[in-house]
Each structure stands twice: as structure tokens, then as C-alpha cells.
């Protein structure tokens, strides 16, 4: 075993506030399990956790934020996209979740399905666009075909988005700068909810390139996108944290291609890195 001082020392920040508090706490915990399982020879991996208080812990201990920089090597961010802000001010490299300029999108004629955040009643997102809707909350997501249904929910709920449901074919790609000497690695599309034509295929890849470059993609990008029946595309979702249970998405595509998912988070670990080098 390499001894502990030669590791680089990887923290994963998780928790926070809000909503996600609960999925970042547990996706957190698989990519701090992930790395010390696969990766540990390499990296001494430590939690990072911010509680609903706001207060900082390395190592189940409170710490002060610019203490970090002397404890920490990397940060992986599973928590809100600001977060990787204060991680930025401090100098400390990061991957995971950023913020994406998705003010952006408009200039890549990429849309968006129209929604309403927090919605007050269900006659306030009918007034705007009809059923089926797809409702998001911190635990679920699930379509909604009825008025009465959206409205019990909202009516219980006190945080949900509801988005328009567009019919089409669902592609998920993910998008890795620098892997396998590519600027933009994109991995195969993988099981998805339609048949795709290599000129669908060719469009999706040439438009997450794109996006990646261009929005400030970070280390890592996965994409889900709806192509509807008149071939317009709809951006659904970016997040910027692989799915690491063995069943994902993103395992699967990795299989596709012959990579272990261990050695594209390598990838991403040594990318963001370099920053420090």
C-alpha cells in the first residue's frame, strides 16, 4: 500500500441546504466509497460535510472554510453549484457541480421545456401550458395526466417544479473533456427511449460538444435530451456527477467503450488537478 503523505488528498463536499440536501448527502457517500474502494492506492478521500446550519465538517469535525486549503488537494461538490463558488475564491481545484450559463442555451437554438418553479395552484401552471405535466420534487419524478392530481400535489408539496412533458425519443450522453486525448470525449448513447439515426446521433454529439465548450462544462457533463416528432431538440437536464452504482447509465455507456468507471473519475480527479499543478 502507498503510504498515506504521497496521496492526493480528494475531500467530497455534501449536504448544504435545501431540497437536494438528502440526494447530495447520498451521492456523496458512493463517489466517497467509489474512490476509496477503486482508487485508494492513489488518493486519500475525505468528507467534506456542510450541515443544514450551514457549518462546515472535514472529517465529522467543524473547520473554517479557508482551512481547507492547507487540508485539501481536490474537492468533488455534490452540493449546490455556489458552493464550487467559495471553492473558486479559495483557489481550491473542484469538479462536479458548477454553475451552467443556461442563458446560453439560446445561442445554440437548443430549448428548454417550459416550466413553472414553486407554483402557488394547479390553474396557475394550466394557465400556461396543459397535461400531461412532468412534476420534480426532492424525492420523485413523475408525470401528472390530471388537473385534480397536479393540484393535490402542489397543494402537499411545499417545493416541486412542473415542467411541460415532450413527447419524443430520450437520449442520455455523456461528455468528458480531455479523456482518450479527445477535447470532447462523448460516450455512445447507450440504452435509450427510441431508435436514433447516425444523422440524429451525429446532430446530438455535435451539439453537446458545443455545450460543453461553451457553458462552462466542467469535468464531467451528462446531457438528457427529447427529440419530438419534428426533430427539435429539448434539453431536459445537465448534471455534472456520474451515476457510480454498477447498474447507471453512465456504467453501462463506460462498458460500451471498455473503460472501468474508476479510471474516467481518475480522468476527472487529475483534469481538475492540474489547476494546482
Not at 463558488?85 to 473542484?94: F, H, W
Amino acid at each position: 500500500m502507498v503510504e498515506t503523505k504521497s496521496k492526493k488528498r480528494v475531500g467530497v463536499l455534501r449536504g448544504g441546504s435545501g431540497k437536494h440536501y438528502k440526494s447530495s448527502l447520498q451521492k456523496g457517500g458512493e463517489i466517497i466509497s467509489h474512490i476509496y474502494e477503486r482508487l485508494g492506492k492513489k488518493y486519500k478521500v475525505m468528507d467534506i460535510l456542510v450541515d443544514k446550519d450551514y457549518v462546515w465538517h472535514l472529517g465529522g469535525l467543524p473547520i473554517n472554510t479557508s482551512d481547507l486549503i492547507n487540508k485539501i488537494d481536490v474537492v468533488w461538490n455534490t452540493t449546490h453549484p455556489s458552493f464550487s463558488n467559495i471553492l473558486d475564491s479559495l483557489a481550491i481545484p473542484n469538479a462536479g457541480n458548477k454553475d451552467y450559463l443556461l442563458e446560453k442555451l439560446k445561442q445554440f437554438g437548443v430549448q428548454m421545456p417550459r416550466s413553472v418553479i414553486s407554483p402557488k395552484s394547479a390553474r396557475e401552471v394550466f394557465g400556461k401550458f396543459g397535461a400531461p405535466w412532468i412534476v420534480k420534487s426532492s424525492n420523485e419524478i413523475r408525470i401528472v395526466k390530471t388537473f385534480d392530481e397536479l393540484s393535490k400535489i402542489i397543494n402537499d408539496s411545499d417545493d416541486v417544479i412542473v415542467e411541460e412533458f415532450i413527447l419524443g425519443k430520450i437520449a442520455s450522453l455523456h461528455s468528458v473533456p480531455g479523456f482518450r486525448g479527445q477535447e470532447i470525449y462523448i460516450f455512445p448513447l447507450g440504452n435509450s427511449f427510441g431508435s436514433f439515426s447516425d444523422a440524429e446521433k451525429e446532430r446530438l454529439n455535435a451539439l453537446v460538444k458545443d455545450l460543453h465548450k461553451n457553458i462552462g462544462g466542467g469535468h464531467y457533463l451528462k446531457m438528457d435530451f427529447v427529440l419530438n416528432s419534428k426533430s427539435k431538440i429539448y434539453l431536459l437536464q445537465i448534471t455534472g456527477i456520474p451515476d457510480l452504482k454498477p447498474d447507471s447509465h453512465f456504467s453501462q455507456v463506460c462498458g460500451y467503450v471498455g473503460a472501468e468507471p474508476h479510471t474516467v473519475i481518475e480522468h476527472i480527479l487529475e483534469r481538475a488537478l492540474e489547476r494546482k499543478a
